[in-house]
């Protein structure tokens, strides 16, 4: 596409992803204009403001899926610009451990996946090894993966805001997109903040990407379902019990990761989160009811077959929701010291979680490609680390388009 860099962008979403893909589309077409659309008065509102702020180097994921994929080469970059940009990141790494003799056989599976995605210093740990690193930590076994560690994102969207406006790119805020519509010489933009014009839209707006897809002539056939994850944080006097970033052995036959700790990179020891279904996209308290996102989710029979397939983890996580005890049981599984007088309540994130029809969680990066447009369906974890990577994806995805046409709303495509 020789004419790349003359063309005119639109970029829906000022999270990191979003502001990552402007970065990576000004480095790689600096003739080109570009304008970020966040429809809050500041970026990084959202799932970027609420994250635990850890750099995940890319244990979990498929070998050959994108998420790995873009995991290992993204903490890679991520670490780079934040040398480069001063910001506050350490590379302290994590311990993922086995409680007890049944989540061994999946510890094991865990390093063979790591080794093949090509992570580097996976080290088996025995209960007294383990102890050597985190020395309150419990288990029989554990898994050292030394190139993990945590960081201030929101200090990463502040430098990419910088290099933006530096490079001429508008970042527009109070920009919700309320209808978007083509005309001869592309897309127009309809948002409070005015008409954005752009030959090229890109969609990255988390928790709403469904909807802006929607609104760009896109049938939804995935959808979000928000999940809250909760956090507490443990007491000044008790911080002391974890030192860096302890991990539970994910259960396969669920799709989230469990309670975990993590030392934040500018002092203090979360706890979380759990995975409750909120009643908001944007539902950061259990008050927070939001109705057009309620019926939304419960109108969708997807969400009822996930809700089928995973009855008792769903109830389970909401019981744990209301309960400090129960929550602080799932954390000694890790750390067998902590009581729940050590926990006091914290902030809280929610996930832009994609659900297929069928029920199952889109566990993958998902985009929709057109030739004047892509969409960012999917971005679950590590999106945070990975957003330079992402962003270079999408780049490359526009330079070498092979993309469907497009078909209005309501066709099967």
């Known amino acids: 596409m020789a004419q790349t860099e003359h063309r005119s962008f639109a970029i829906v979403g000022g999270g990191i992803v979003g502001l990552a893909t402007a970065y990576r589309l000004i480095e790689r077409f600096p003739g080109a204009t570009a304008t970020v659309l966040e429809k809050e008065e500041r970026v990084a509102m959202h799932q970027t403001g609420h994250n635990s702020g850890v750099l995940h180097c890319g244990l979990y994921y498929k ?26 990141h350490e590379i302290c790494g994590k311990l993922v451990v086995a409680a007890d003799e049944s989540e061994v056989a999946s510890l094991r599976d865990l390093e063979q996946r790591g080794t093949a995605n090509g992570l580097e210093g996976l080290r088996w740990l025995t209960r007294e090894e383990m102890r050597e690193i985190e020395p309150h930590v419990g288990g029989i076994a554990g898994l050292r993966v030394p190139q993990e560690g945590i960081v201030d994102y929101q200090a990463v969207c502040d430098a990419l805001v910088a290099h933006l406006r530096r490079g001429g790119v508008r970042v527009v805020t109070g920009a919700r997109v309320e209808r978007t519509r083509r005309d001869r010489k592309g897309w127009v933009v309809e948002t409070p903040a005015g008409d954005f014009t752009a030959d090229f839209l890109i969609n990255c707006a988390g928790l709403h990407s469904d909807r802006v897809a929607e ?15 909760e956090y507490f944080k443990i007491r000044p006097e008790r911080q002391s019990l974890v030192r860096n970033l302890i991990y539970p052995t994910p259960d396969p036959r669920f799709p989230f990761l469990g309670v975990h700790f993590t030392r934040l990179i500018h002092g203090g020891i979360e706890a979380g989160p759990n995975a409750v279904l909120a009643f908001a996209r944007e539902g950061y308290r259990k008050s927070d009811v939001n109705l057009r996102d309620l019926f939304d989710a419960l ?8 809700l089928r397939r995973y009855p008792s983890m769903a109830w389970y996580e909401l019981r744990r929701s209301f309960s400090r005890d129960l929550f ?4 000694q599984r890790l750390v067998p010291e902590i009581q729940p007088d050590d926990l006091v309540t914290g902030g809280s994130g929610v996930r832009a979680q994609a659900i297929a029809p069928a029920g199952d969680p889109v566990q993958d990066f998902n985009f929709i490609e057109r030739p004047d447009a892509l969409h960012v369906l999917n971005a679950p974890s590590p999106a945070a680390t990975a957003s330079l990577a992402i962003g270079a994806e999408i780049v490359n995805r526009i330079s070498s388009p092979k993309r469907e046409p497009y078909l209005p709303a309501g066709r099967l495509h």
């Open 215 to 229: 609104l760009a002539g896109e049938r939804r056939e995935l959808r979000i379902v928000p999940f809250r994850g």
């Open 328 to 331: 602080c049981q799932s954390l």
């Open 63 to 88: 070998p050959g899926s994108v998420k790995a994929r873009l995991a290992v080469s993204g903490i890679r970059q991520m670490v780079t610009f934040c040398q480069e940009n001063d910001i506050p």
């Open 299 to 306: 109108s969708y029979s997807g969400l009822w077959r996930f």
